[in-house]
């Protein structure tokens, strides 16, 4: 069984449009993520759900906006997508506990043409 | 100064042969540190983590932490061409769930 499912691999679409991708983890874990990977391979945190809670939210553009409908699931929605959005988005999740071990999904990348 | 830093590679080690991948971090009050292997178009996967200073061990995997220092390694004994990827370098700087990463080492393990 996958332990972080993400859809949809691969997402290719306009500049302009609208679109989503799912997480889903059955780890039992309280606390998901959203990563995003650039052309750079640099990694790094975009959101963070505790429970259905914020609880880390980087400076990220309001176009991009979390949705956590339970602890199993965190979704990204994005507004309005721009060429620069391009990149690699993983899902994650860890315990509530320290030391807060990350198990990453398998990734969805996006690019916006 | 980035909080986290990583030479970036590539780092070409032959088979057999004991791989060094080194880390350094900013902020003094990190507690935990991991260590992600990710090859190349997958994810990162979680290979070990490390919190108090010295050595741990786990299988041909040995993370060093040094906090004086503000560095962090991991040793690849025998290593093989399997282990050639990306290791990444994580730091938990809040003692909370946030991790900040580092850019990444590329290793090439030649046969």
Request: neutral net charge; proline residues 5%; aromatic residues 12%.
């Amino acid at each position: 069984d996958t332990a972080v499912s993400q859809t949809p691999k691969y997402l290719v679409t306009q500049m302009g449009n609208d679109k989503s991708i799912k997480c889903e983890q059955n780890l039992g874990h309280d606390t998901m993520y959203w990563y995003k990977q650039d052309s750079k391979k640099f990694l790094k945190i975009m959101f963070s759900y505790n429970n259905k809670e914020l609880i880390i939210n980087e400076t990220v553009p309001n176009r991009f906006s979390p949705k956590s409908p339970d602890k199993a699931h965190l979704n990204l929605h994005i507004n309005s997508l721009e060429l620069g959005d391009s990149a690699v988005y993983f899902c994650a999740s860890s315990q509530v506990a320290w030391p807060y071990e990350q198990y990453f999904g398998p990734g969805t990348r996006l690019t916006v043409t | 100064q980035k909080e986290v830093e990583q030479n970036s590679g590539p780092l070409s080690v032959p088979e057999g042969a004991i791989a060094s991948l080194n880390c350094t971090y900013s902020d003094r009050g990190s507690q935990s540190f991991f260590w992600y292997r990710q090859y190349s178009g997958k994810s990162p996967e979680l290979i070990m983590f490390i919190y108090s200073n010295g050595d741990k061990e786990d299988g041909r995997f040995t993370a060093q932490l040094n906090k004086a220092s503000q560095y962090v390694s991991l040793l690849i004994r025998d290593s093989q061409p399997s282990d050639s990827a990306t290791y990444l370098c994580a730091v938990n700087p809040f003692g909370n769930e946030k991790l900040t990463f580092g850019t990444g080492t590329r290793l090439t393990i030649i046969p």
